[in-house]
């Protein structure tokens, strides 16, 4: 027994010694991809040396003798930190993932090539000017010198992460950097989504019941769409599609493609007498942040603020007298077209003129572990033709048709980088203006502050459409009318604009901006009704404003959304019944209602009402609308306020939602959200327990930064992800949308991954913040730093003043021209 047990002891011993070298190996190499800030570097591509000097958050501040090679000394730094992402982005753009990542990501790598995105990227870069080309080409040399370092250095091949995939790199091209920029265009769109979202309910729903559930913005109303049942009677109307849930899909879900919030004041309305902006630009989290901070000197002076790596351009920042921002336009840039294919020849399809050819041509998909799989990609006149088993267009494809897209995206003559470029050159809100006519997509609301001035304008190419277009581009129309099809696009100056307002004050929340008639109303998509009415509030509450002001504007939780439907859902509910026994679902839903009763609205983390009003209002939606649309509901995961307030208001009859169809009793509004509230305290009480005073909303609402790849893998999903407990909620102007869906539906998946707050009275004094930290590796101190600073609602400064960032800089690079 005694020799069993030594012999079993040093198997153990040596089992254990041989993990530990394993981990101190893989720590070893995953550490050589470490950057070292503090060193120099000979490279080729530059004139004259360079400096990259890293303030105590590791911001690269960029000094060199030429644009060219301040842009390369960009690259370099992007490569340096985010090597990994950015060529999972480009693999992404090109539709080349699945070289790596086998048969699941084959479906994502199918419709980046039938969008031929990175085909028109290259298309693109003949039609920079030479300001942009210089730049495109500098900041790819920066970030091939940098692979030529990592190669000749044996530097950990750049990132843990090609330890664990193909090391395999190319090197870097202008066309890469203008294929990242469609990308987030497909990121940030929503509207084809909608149209399949709006097609599909119309199947089940009469005009009048899909008005409720897909409400417009409040505003002028509409003339009634054509049912898309008329139009194709051949489309199934039970049709299912399985939700996509991949983190590496090319696209966002519905709700989760695009928000932000922008304002700015005008001298007149600030007390320092200079103009304020403030931008917090809302994407998915992730680890590490989509945006990277940067500052670069260049000979029209320096500029800071948020990149995102591969794009050799500030996509929202500041220079000493000017700051520009972005927020989600909502403009309504895509359209889907159901294509009648030839019964003689499904390689034609009808067109005003009778059946044409469409454009036809192969790609050949390699997949890991697999034979190449060849594909037939084909466009019509109106656009690429994308398969049924892309975003459930199969439900609504009528048999003998396919369906196309167009997308102001699909450009081969896109100047959005050039638009970039001279943006970050511009000194005055004109300039600015100016710069905004070159972009094309995607399609933003720009918020511009000079020293004197305001304005906001939406950029991006705005389809123009014919008046008697048979849907108005709210639900696929046939693709071989005329009047259905796009006419161009309309002239720069119809964008809406608005400059030096008479109040001082602009602002944008994705809100609806302009209520205008088609074909000129920009969108009947917007995406926000609630949080500008708190951004209103706050807004007119003060006579002038501070940095302070909008800072604390920035951070607000407190939902306006929480404080209009309690009050109309619960009605007749407060305090209406006597007081019950201890321990039973009666007494449990008192409790509830005496806290949200005393409750201000306020989405904060540490408190149990946010829980409680989030949960209640996601089981009264579910009840509402789940006898009506079926396995439809699943659909909609986000309390949209304006569907609740119409059915409790019972605008146009809506009321009649309350009514459960398959039972014989005729339900009313309050016993409904009486049933819906029981609904959430069984969730509640079967995922939290405990007493209702113990919830807190952070421990639901927890912001996930995760790794797109690693995120799921076990073990290393605790070093690569980011956890963190949040306020806020999904109508909040601190906002932190949840999932909708999983285990946990209130898991904050989507906000501000950058934060910026510009004061022009006094510039060095304005801050920001990014989500996560500059690194993208997770052993380096810089990967999850700023993380708890922006989740306290921190910020760190955002100054010019090299000295400054010299003072208490953590290393300078110093990138020497190779002789």
Not at 37 to 61: F, K, M, N
Request: hydrophobic fraction near 40%; glycine fraction near 8%.
């Amino acid at each position: 027994m005694a020799t069993a047990f030594r012999w079993l002891l040093r198997l153990f011993t040596v089992i254990a010694g041989l993990a530990i070298a394993a981990m101190l190996l893989a720590y070893y190499m995953a550490s050589r991809s470490l950057p070292d800030y503090d060193a120099t570097v000979q490279v080729d591509g530059l004139t004259a040396p360079l400096e990259i000097v890293r303030d105590h958050a590791d911001v690269p501040h960029i000094f060199g003798a030429s644009d060219a090679d301040v842009y390369f000394g960009l690259g370099y730094a992007h490569a340096q930190d985010r090597l990994w992402q950015m060529m999972m982005l480009r693999r992404t753009a090109q539709g080349r993932l699945s070289e790596i990542f086998g048969r699941r990501t084959f479906r994502f790598d199918d419709l980046m090539r039938r969008l031929d995105i990175y085909n028109l990227a290259v298309r693109s870069v003949q039609v920079q000017d030479a300001a942009t080309m210089e730049a495109l080409n500098a900041y790819s040399a920066g970030v091939n010198a940098r692979l030529a370092e990592v190669n000749d250095s044996a530097l950990g091949r750049g990132a843990p992460e090609f330890f664990l995939f193909s090391p395999e790199i190319a090197p870097w091209a202008p066309a890469d950097s203008l294929a990242l920029i469609k990308l987030m265009a497909l990121r940030l769109s929503s509207h084809l989504s909608e149209e399949v979202l709006r097609a599909r309910t119309s199947l089940l729903l009469p005009e009048d019941r899909l008005r409720d559930i897909l409400p417009d913005s409040p505003g002028a109303g509409i003339a009634a769409l054509p049912e898309y049942a008329s139009l194709f009677p051949g489309v199934e109307r039970f049709a299912e599609v399985v939700p996509e849930t991949d983190p590496l899909a090319p696209y966002a879900p519905r709700e989760l493609a695009g928000a932000s919030n922008a304002w700015a004041t005008a001298p007149s309305r600030a007390a320092s007498g200079g103009t304020l902006l403030a931008n917090d630009p809302h994407l998915g989290f992730s680890a590490p942040s989509t945006w990277y901070l940067a500052r670069l000197e260049l000979a029209a002076g320096g500029v800071i603020g948020g990149t995102i790596p591969g794009i050799p351009a500030l996509m929202v920042g500041r220079s000493q007298h000017f700051g520009w921002g972005i927020t989600s336009s909502y403009l309504d840039d895509q359209d889907l077209y159901v294509e009648e294919l030839n019964p003689d020849n499904p390689d034609e399809v009808r067109t005003p003129d009778g059946f044409a050819p469409m454009e036809t041509r192969s790609s050949i998909i390699r997949v890991k572990d697999e034979a190449p799989v060849t594909i037939q990609l084909q466009w019509t006149e109106n656009g690429p033709v994308i398969p049924g088993q892309h975003f459930g267009l199969a439900s609504i494809t009528p048999p003998g048709h396919v369906m196309s897209l167009a997308w102001t995206a699909l450009s081969a003559e896109d100047t959005s980088m050039t638009a970039a470029i001279r943006l970050m050159q511009a000194r005055t809100v004109e300039d600015g203006l100016e710069a905004g006519a070159l972009f094309i997509a995607p399609s933003q609301n720009l918020t511009l502050a000079d020293a004197d001035s305001v304005a906001m304008k939406t950029v991006g190419a705005m389809p123009r459409r014919t008046a008697n277009h048979q849907t108005t581009g709210r639900i696929p129309a046939p693709g071989w009318l005329a009047e259905n099809r796009w006419q161009g696009w309309m002239n720069y100056a119809a964008n809406p604009e608005f400059i030096d307002p008479a109040g001082g004050i602009l602002g944008n929340t994705n809100n609806k901006t302009v209520n205008r008639p088609f074909p000129n109303h920009v969108s009947y998509h917007w995406g926000d009704t609630q949080r500008i009415q708190r951004w209103r509030r706050l807004m007119q509450a003060r006579e002038v404003h501070t940095r302070e002001s909008f800072i604390e504007a920035q951070l607000d939780t407190v939902s306006y959304s929480a404080r209009s439907l309690l009050p109309l859902v619960a009605a007749d509910l407060w305090y209406a019944d006597e007081a019950a026994p201890a321990r039973t679902p009666e007494r449990r839903r008192q409790e509830a209602l005496e806290l949200l009763a005393n409750w201000n609205g306020e989405m904060n983390e540490h408190m149990p009402e946010p829980l409680l009003y989030a949960a209640w209002m996601r089981a009264l939606q579910d009840r509402l609308i789940r006898d009506e649309i079926g396995t439809l509901a699943r659909e909609y995961t986000h309390v949209d306020p304006v569907f609740i307030e119409r059915v409790f208001r019972n605008i146009n009859g809506a009321g009649v939602w309350c009514n459960v169809i398959q039972s014989s009793a005729t339900e009313s509004c309050t016993e409904i959200a009486r049933r819906s509230l029981d609904d959430a305290l069984v969730w509640i009480d079967e995922t939290y327990g405990g007493s209702l005073e113990s919830l807190r909303w952070g421990d639901a609402h927890e912001a996930a930064h995760d790794h797109a790849v690693l995120g799921d893998v076990p073990l290393l999903s605790w070093i690569v992800n980011i956890r963190q407990s949040t306020s806020g909620g999904d109508n909040t102007l601190m906002r932190g949308l949840t999932s909708g869906t999983g285990t946990n539906p209130f898991q904050n998946v989507h906000g501000a991954g950058y934060r910026g707050v510009y004061d022009f009275a006094d510039p060095d004094s304005s801050v920001f913040i990014i989500t996560t930290g500059q690194s993208g590796h997770p052993l380096s101190r810089h990967y999850d730093d700023l993380g708890e600073l922006w989740r306290r609602g921190e910020y760190i400064p955002m100054s010019l003043d090299p000295e400054l960032a010299r003072a208490a800089a953590v290393g300078v690079t110093t990138l020497m021209p190779r002789d």
